[in-house]
């Protein structure tokens, strides 16, 4: 799958720029995940659970990788440039990035069930409900990254 090394730079510029990176892989990993939920569902009612296991097992561990790279570019930044506010910011994006999968999870439930039973009005209830929190839960990440952008910013 897309397991990357975890050879953070030694430079704070290149630092900063391999952290964007590994937020644009998470962006791929969750449209991967996505479209491998959509391919499953179509699978149904009879689910190919082993092909969509093996996705998600794939994705967790794209995941497990990407997160611990994120966290080696925090402890760098806090302990090699001397920058706890950039740090802080990663560890709010990191728990924001937990909430985020654990909706997605939640979602991907959610649209199973609403598919094994159409005529249950409180599974599309609650499909919305959960499509409304990832929506907030992109914003308030989309606000993280936005700081970490100005913070960055002042350090040129």
């Given at each position: 799958?897309?397991?990357?090394?975890?050879?953070?730079?030694?430079?704070?510029?290149?630092?900063?720029?391999?952290?964007?990176?590994?937020?644009?892989?998470?962006?791929?990993?969750?449209?991967?995940?996505?479209?491998?939920?959509?391919?499953?569902?179509?699978?149904?009612?009879?689910?190919?659970?082993?092909?969509?296991?093996?996705?998600?097992?794939?994705?967790?561990?794209?995941?497990?990788?990407?997160?611990?790279?994120?966290?080696?570019?925090?402890?760098?930044?806090?302990?090699?440039?001397?920058?706890?506010?950039?740090?802080?910011?990663?560890?709010?994006?990191?728990?924001?990035?937990?909430?985020?999968l654990e909706l997605t999870a939640k979602l991907q439930?959610?649209?199973?069930?609403?598919?094994?039973?159409p005529e249950d009005q409180d599974c599309q209830e609650?499909?919305?409900?959960?499509?409304?929190?990832?929506?907030k839960n992109k914003e308030a990440l989309s606000e993280?990254?936005?700081?970490?952008?100005?913070?960055?910013?002042?350090?040129?």
């Amino acid at each position: 799958m897309m397991y990357y090394s975890t050879t953070v730079p030694a430079d704070f510029q290149a630092l900063v720029h391999r952290f964007y990176a590994v937020q644009a892989e998470r962006v791929e990993a969750y449209r991967l995940f996505e479209e491998g939920h959509e391919a499953y569902l179509r699978t149904g009612p009879h689910y190919d659970f082993d092909h969509y296991r093996q996705l998600v097992h794939e994705i967790t561990q794209a995941f497990c990788g990407l997160s611990k790279e994120v966290l080696e570019i925090k402890e760098r930044l806090h302990q090699d440039f001397d920058r706890p506010d950039l740090s802080e910011h990663i560890d709010k994006l990191q728990s924001k990035e937990k909430q985020k999968l654990e909706l997605t999870a939640k979602l991907q439930l959610a649209k199973q069930k609403a598919q094994d039973h159409p005529e249950d009005q409180d599974c599309q209830e609650k499909i919305q409900e959960i499509k409304q929190n990832i929506i907030k839960n992109k914003e308030a990440l989309s606000e993280i990254l936005q700081d970490f952008k100005y913070d960055t910013e002042d350090s040129e």
